[in-house]
């Protein structure tokens, strides 16, 4: 069964920083990998997909990446602001057949201004 | 616009009075899902569906029931609702066509079950 791992769990940076956050899963079969962000009570909005056959993807300031073989993908974000707060999840598109997303616990983000 | 779009957004019930939150996409996707998220608990998968008049358990489907009559509405009924299915509730499609393509979510439903 597919596990998926975000660490940290909460993070928090001053506005203007680089950051990274993490994302593990146990099984490499997988179909791709999303990352949404929540902010709360809310949706979810998707920043990325990166099919497995790819490497990293990039929208703005985001960037993803993907290393199917080791399990894991990192989402980096440059020059954070305090509008980046929220939390981000990771999720990964596996099984063959049912095709079921199965997500990270998240990290939460604080940009302090 | 392409959307999925869940009613009602808010909802305050009582145990055991029967529920049923609705689902509709526009964008003529075949799969289906719903999820529920809990603090510490994450998202988790309740239901699915592959297309019409074909549906299956997801990871914690105990307390749901869901059918899926017409390609575009996918409901989530709740016959008895207890305090702990107590949730905010997601629904979700994509197409199958194109594996390689995303989900789309709703906007959420906040149910509360005293």
């Known amino acids: 069964k597919q596990e998926v791992t975000q660490i940290p769990a909460a993070l928090s940076v001053p506005e203007g920083e680089n950051l990274v956050l993490n994302c593990s899963f146990t099984?490499?079969?997988?179909?791709?990998l999303q990352w949404f962000r929540q902010d709360p009570g809310k949706g979810l909005t998707s920043l990325l997909l990166?099919?497995?056959?790819?490497r990293e993807q990039t929208s703005g300031r985001l960037n993803a990446s993907l290393d199917k073989s080791s399990g894991r993908s990192t989402l980096y974000i440059a020059a954070s602001q305090p509008g980046d707060s929220a939390t981000y999840l990771c999720?990964?598109?596996?099984?063959?057949?049912?095709?079921?997303?199965?997500f990270g616990k998240g990290t939460k983000l604080s940009v302090i201004p | 616009e392409a959307q999925v779009t869940q009613n009602p957004r808010y909802l305050i019930t009582v145990t055991g009075k029967k529920l049923t939150v609705t689902c509709s996409q526009n964008?003529?996707?075949?799969?289906m899902s719903w999820y529920r998220q809990d603090p510490g608990l994450g998202l988790r998968q309740i239901y699915y569906?592959?297309?019409?008049?074909?549906?299956d358990k997801g990871d914690v489907p105990e307390g749901y029931k869901v059918s899926r009559k017409e390609k575009r509405n996918f409901p989530l009924i709740l016959e008895s609702p207890s305090p702990n299915q107590t949730s905010l509730y997601f629904c979700?499609?994509?197409?199958?066509?194109?594996?390689?393509?995303?989900?789309?979510f709703g906007s959420g439903t906040r149910l509360t079950v005293v």
């Open positions: 979700a499609s994509r197409t199958l066509d194109r594996i390689n393509y995303g989900y789309t």
């Open positions: 099984d490499s079969a997988i179909y791709n």
């Open positions: 964008m003529n996707h075949e799969y």
């Open positions: 990166i099919q497995s056959s790819q």
């Open positions: 569906s592959m297309n019409v008049e074909v549906t």
């Open positions: 999720a990964v598109l596996s099984g063959a057949g049912s095709y079921q997303l199965t």
